[in-house]
């Protein structure tokens, strides 16, 4: 029988210092609340494996969770695997318990993402985001900022096959060289949300997939100098149907700019600059800067992902204040016994106390039973 014993917060070691809410922590919890889990669960549903005579699926929840993990902090299959073992707190927004449920491995994972590919649900689920969104009044549709991003793909040949993707091509920005892939997309200019999303290889120029990154009822565009056509001027607009598409006016070879164009580009670039957050939230937030697989479908699949979780993280703000209080995620398991294996059996358990409700901190207590 083992005697009764308290431990530190040094010795239990995953814990954190009371009063303490991880930046992790804190944007899980605002996921959580702004993402519509129902609707999208009852999207993909029709999809999902059923209960049979083999072993049950993983809880539909559960895999979509673990899903868009993956994208916010860009695990690989393996990598998603072991966190889901090793972080208490992915865990918990998994819906899963270290010690009474089973872990989904790598390839679990990995065939959830090949039923998402298959059925072409990331589409889906981009529109059904936007249809969230539409609904709560954030999206006003009456002009467009477009733009188009590289993401950039591995040109080694030490690989089996000995050549790089066939799918991605290489193009030239200024004097450098990229090989990849590009991603266009065309951004409400009142509110910053994306409402189209196109994928190409790096080498289609910007402009042949201007009306691709439009949705049809706006009355004016806007784009940088890879949407100008030639033999345009500041006071003739190109007209299409009744649709105006406003880019800056180049610098005359030899010449210089008047202060009337001066001005007209400086409004441009207040206007342009909002088709920049998406991209900054995918690149540097979310961390994807490179594809992770082969083809254009696959990679495709996963930023139009990325999309629909970058217009979640711009209008949260705006959202939390209709779905309630946000509280961190490490609340979920207030007085719930988390439990120790040791030889095959349960020898001991916590149970969370929190000293200060206000502050959201906790304490771990242990008490051993023999």
Not at 132 to 159: F, Q, W, Y
Not at 195 to 200: D, G, I, K, L, R
Not at 221 to 247: I, M, P, Q, W
Not at 251 to 266: D, H, I, M, S, V
């Amino acid at each position: 029988m083992r005697s009764m014993k308290q431990l530190s917060l040094a010795e239990t070691g995953f814990l954190p210092k009371a009063g303490k809410q991880t930046r992790k922590a804190v944007f899980l919890a605002e996921m959580e609340k702004v993402v519509p889990w129902c609707r999208l669960e009852t999207l993909i549903e029709p999809f999902y494996p059923k209960k049979g005579n083999g072993r049950p699926p993983m809880p539909l929840g559960t895999m979509l969770r673990i899903h868009f993990m993956q994208q916010w902090f860009g695990y690989s299959d393996p990598a998603m695997e072991e966190a889901l073992h090793d972080v208490p707190l992915l865990r918990r927004f998994a819906g899963l318990d270290a010690f009474e449920d089973v872990m989904p491995d790598e390839s679990t994972i990995l065939r959830f993402r090949h039923l998402l590919e298959k059925h072409d649900l990331a589409v889906a689920i981009f529109a059904e985001v936007n249809a969230v969104l539409s609904e709560k009044g954030l999206s006003m549709k009456r002009g467009t900022v477009v733009d188009a991003t590289l993401i950039a793909a591995p040109s080694s040949t030490k690989n089996e096959d000995k050549k790089r993707d066939p799918e991605m091509t290489q193009t030239k920005k200024g004097n450098q060289w990229h090989f990849g892939m590009k991603a266009h997309i065309g951004v409400d200019a009142e509110s910053g949300l994306i409402h189209t999303v196109a994928c190409t290889t790096a080498k289609v120029a910007d402009i042949t997939m201007m009306e691709s990154c439009l949705h049809g009822e706006e009355a004016i565009a806007f784009g940088d100098r890879g949407y100008h056509k030639k033999n345009r001027t500041l006071d003739d607009f190109e007209k299409e149907g009744d649709l105006s598409v406003l880019t800056p006016t180049k610098k005359p070879a030899g010449g210089a700019l008047t202060e009337e164009q001066k001005a007209f580009n400086r409004m441009l670039s207040a206007v342009r600059a909002i088709v920049e957050h998406p991209f900054r939230v995918v690149k540097r937030q979310f961390g994807f800067v490179k594809v992770r697989y082969r083809g254009l479908a696959k990679n495709t699949g996963q930023i139009v992902t990325l999309f629909a979780l970058t217009n979640l993280w711009l209008a949260r703000k705006r959202l939390l204040p209709l779905v309630g209080e946000v509280c961190p995620f490490s609340m979920k398991c207030r007085g719930k016994p988390l439990y120790f294996m040791e030889s095959g059996r349960k020898s001991s358990v916590f149970h969370v106390f929190y000293d200060s409700p206000r502050r959201n901190s906790g304490v771990f207590r242990e008490s051993l039973r023999g």
